[in-house]
């Protein structure tokens, strides 16, 4: 079936304006996690959804980012009044999320922001 | 914060040698996960090991891992140009709220010359 899908896969914004990034994840999982790696690092979890469950958003750099996630599908992210830090990749990830942590996460092909 | 370490940083060999990558991390893991990342975008999941395993084979790959010592390698035997990459340990905690998070380290960058 198909994978986790994001849009756009290239956001170039002004300083100040704020930027909402779109995930699909892959159907039938129930976890979702939003990740961003800046140039020449790693990963850094932001957010991680689990059905109904409230969100874990202890990731989240800022009280600019917010993200929201309806049901067990799509989810998006938003950058209020960007900054130039937060140029990076931008990742969605779902997972069927086995018992004990042992699940694998679909990585999908990430948005790079530009801020200027 | 970052919790796996991985080395070297960049790793340049001749194509049909082995690549060996290690990792290192700090706390106690339900298990470890390697990925494999092209040209800084999207992750694919290469292989997960159990805290309770020692070594898993998928391949050309071969992992292990070393509780005592908290740290695991990653060995690609008979490397290919199509290996180059960037390749991310990713560890899961033991327990607390936060044991569904991956925790990635910075990545070692292979090239692997034809």
């Known amino acids: 079936g198909a994978g986790v899908s994001q849009s756009p896969s290239n956001k170039v914004t002004e300083k100040g304006k704020d930027v909402e990034l779109r995930c699909d994840p892959i159907?039938?999982?129930?976890?979702l996690y939003w990740y961003r790696q800046r140039l020449g690092q790693g990963l850094e979890f932001l957010i991680y959804f689990q059905g109904n469950s409230a969100p874990d958003k202890s990731g989240l750099p800022s009280d600019r980012f917010s993200a929201e996630r309806t049901g067990e599908s799509v989810s998006t992210l938003t950058i209020q009044r960007t900054q130039q830090e937060d140029s990076a990749v931008y990742l969605c990830a779902s997972s069927s999320r086995l018992a004990g942590g042992a699940d694998t996460q679909y990585f999908g092909p990430g948005t790079r922001l530009t801020v200027l | 914060s970052q919790q796996g370490e991985e080395d070297p940083q960049a790793l340049s060999i001749q194509e049909g040698e082995n690549a060996t990558m290690n990792c290192s991390y700090k706390?106690?893991?339900?298990?470890l996960q390697w990925y494999r990342q092209n040209s800084g975008r999207g992750l694919v999941h290469l292989i997960l090991i159990r805290s309770n395993e020692r070594e898993k084979h998928s391949g050309r790959l071969r992992v292990t891992l070393d509780t005592s010592k908290k740290s695991s390698s990653l060995l690609i035997t008979a490397s290919r140009a199509a290996d180059t990459a960037s390749y991310f340990c990713?560890?899961?905690?033991?327990?607390?709220?936060?044991?569904?998070?991956?925790?990635f380290g910075k990545g070692t960058k292979l090239s692997v010359i034809p």
């Open positions: 706390t106690s893991i339900n298990n």
């Open positions: 159907s039938g999982h129930t976890a």
């Open positions: 990713a560890t899961v905690p033991n327990s607390g709220a936060g044991s569904y998070q991956l925790t």
